[in-house]
């Protein structure tokens, strides 16, 4: 998805509708998770919903095209099967496997060479799945400094419920909450 129309999309829902219709911001939120698991659906396509906000949607699909690069360089398969928010930050819980490139065993391949070979592309995928490992955990961090209802610069804050949010000035004006 083109990053300036999503970006008019989720500012669209953010002028017209949250802040009078939490239905319909829910609504456009589900409308926009169709359109990115749709679009990423190698790596988000196991993932039911996204349990966050719009404003945290460029930060997943910025790793959705991340996982997508790294399971094609490092020859590993990366499947997300849940985002939600936690503790006022972005949770990103996935699985990754390596791809056994080797499942056609020909007759006389496992010589020396290839069990060597075998073990270098093991060593090369584990890489791989470490640096998925680590980039979402980067990403995790920066969502702590979004705000999860509409993508602008945020922190963390205490609605009156209780309930621990990442919030920028306005949205936590409009939700009543207090910084923590
Ligand atoms: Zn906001």
Redesign the pocket.
């Known amino acids: 998805m083109e990053k300036r129309v999503f970006k008019r999309e989720v500012s669209e829902v953010?002028r017209r509708i949250y802040f009078w219709d939490i239905f319909k911001y829910e609504d456009l939120c589900h409308h926009l998770e169709g359109k990115i698991i749709n679009k990423h659906k190698g790596i988000l396509g196991f993932c039911p919903f996204f349990g966050c906000g719009a404003?945290w949607y460029p930060l997943i699909i910025k790793t959705a095209r991340f996982l997508e690069k790294l399971s094609k360089t490092f020859l590993i398969e990366v499947r997300c099967h849940q985002i939600k928010q936690k503790y006022g930050g972005l949770r990103i819980y996935f699985s990754t496997r390596k791809k056994d490139i080797f499942s056609v065993r020909k007759k006389g391949i496992f010589t020396p060479f290839f069990r060597l070979l075998k073990k270098v592309i093991s060593v090369w995928q584990s890489t791989g799945e470490k640096k998925a490992f680590s980039a979402t955990l980067l990403i995790e961090e920066e969502s702590t400094r979004i705000?999860?209802?509409?993508?602008?610069e945020?922190e963390l804050c205490r609605t009156d419920t209780g309930w621990l949010i990442t919030?920028?000035?306005?949205?936590?004006k409009r939700m009543g909450a207090e910084k923590v």
Not at 167 to 172: F, P, T, W, Y
Request: charge should be negative; aromatic fraction near 0%.
């Open positions: 953010l404003g705000c999860e209802v509409c993508g602008e945020g919030l920028c000035r306005e949205c936590r």
